[in-house]
């Protein structure tokens, strides 16, 4: 019994690994160098027997338009706890400049060519600093006229010192000069214009088990429409570009998109909020002292009980030695 689920076994994982390798080889690689790659692979969310969840695709937007979504496309990465109440999370763009120019066009060839059973993932690494390099993989398809970008997996080297600390904090040691993390939670994803953002409600697994603000939906078609009522028309010389002329397109739309900056501080509500957090303090302050108090009081009962018992313990009726003395 014990050899047939041991081949059991095998069988599995065999069946698992040539599963795994067949979704791999279905990726279709559209651009990769040492830092940023583009690919089409299938949706594994998508059930061909179910219209609602196949994908508008294939899907023609240009690499000019890529640009401008892309450049307002940022995350909101944690400062921690304390200084996250008072300041707020700290805003950065999700893609620098060079990285827009170089992907713009791959994503616009990539959706062109993407069935409605696909999707379009773009891996970006990049050093935070010069000891943290970090790898964020996106995925991006269109669906219900909408553009979603989903950023699946946010990946953090530590530092070796770092490291050290967080192995030392989670009960295990770490190996090697740093520790890889994977940080599901850490990051959120924002559109620079809320109003053409379209309400999701997230999965009970995605509340569960992973982050619900890491997925955008885009209403970009409305837009890219109301950028260019709004004064900003795109460059009609850009218009006609064949494929040879898609990167100079994209950088041409780049340096007239500019890219999300953070909010300037509100110093009023950064004064309310460091008010409202010393009354917290103040207030676990005063629970602190008030068990404090009562643990004081706790023990000053329980050495006048101790004494109590010490005492009646002393105090042994002469009748009682008697008889003990009497006894064999």
Not at 5 to 32: D, W
Not at 112 to 136: F, G, I, Q, W
Not at 220 to 236: C, V
């Amino acid at each position: 019994m014990s050899a047939f689920r041991n081949l059991t076994t095998v069988y599995c994982l065999l069946v698992g690994l040539s599963g795994c390798a067949t979704l791999a080889s279905n990726n279709a690689i559209v651009y990769q160098d040492a830092k940023l790659a583009v690919s089409i692979a299938p949706d594994p969310t998508v059930d061909t027997s179910t219209f609602s969840t196949l994908h508008d695709h294939p899907a023609q937007i240009k690499p000019d338009h890529v640009v401008r979504i892309l450049s307002q496309i940022g995350v909101e990465r944690s400062r921690g706890l304390l200084v996250s109440m008072v300041l707020g999370p700290q805003h950065e763009p999700a893609f620098s400049r060079d990285e827009v120019a170089v992907l713009a066009p791959h994503i616009s060839t990539a959706l062109s060519r993407a069935s409605s059973e696909d999707r379009v993932l773009l891996a970006v690494s990049r050093a935070v600093s010069a000891k943290n390099p970090e790898t964020l993989e996106w995925a991006i398809w269109v669906q219900g006229g909408n553009l979603h970008m989903w950023l699946t997996r946010h990946e953090l080297v530590m530092d070796h010192q770092r490291s050290e600390l967080t192995a030392a904090l989670q009960g295990g040691a770490s190996r090697g000069p740093g520790v890889s993390r994977d940080l599901p939670g850490d990051l959120n994803v924002v559109f620079s214009y809320p109003e053409y953002v379209i309400a999701m409600e997230p999965t009970v697994a995605t509340q569960l088990f992973g982050n619900p603000h890491a997925h955008v939906v885009i209403d970009y078609r409305r837009f890219l429409s109301d950028a260019r009522r709004g004064g900003a028309e795109l460059n009609p010389s850009t218009r006609n570009q064949d494929s040879s002329g898609t990167a100079m397109a994209s950088s041409a739309a780049l340096s007239a998109t500019p890219a999300p900056t953070a909010p300037p501080v509100d110093v009023q509500a950064a004064s309310e909020r460091v008010k409202i957090l010393e009354a917290q303090v103040n207030d676990l302050l005063g629970v602190v002292k008030q068990l404090t108090k009562e643990l004081a009081e706790s023990n000053r009962a329980l050495t006048a009980r101790d004494e109590e018992i010490r005492t009646l313990k002393g105090q042994v009726k002469p009748s009682d030695r008697q008889r003990k003395s009497s006894s064999p």
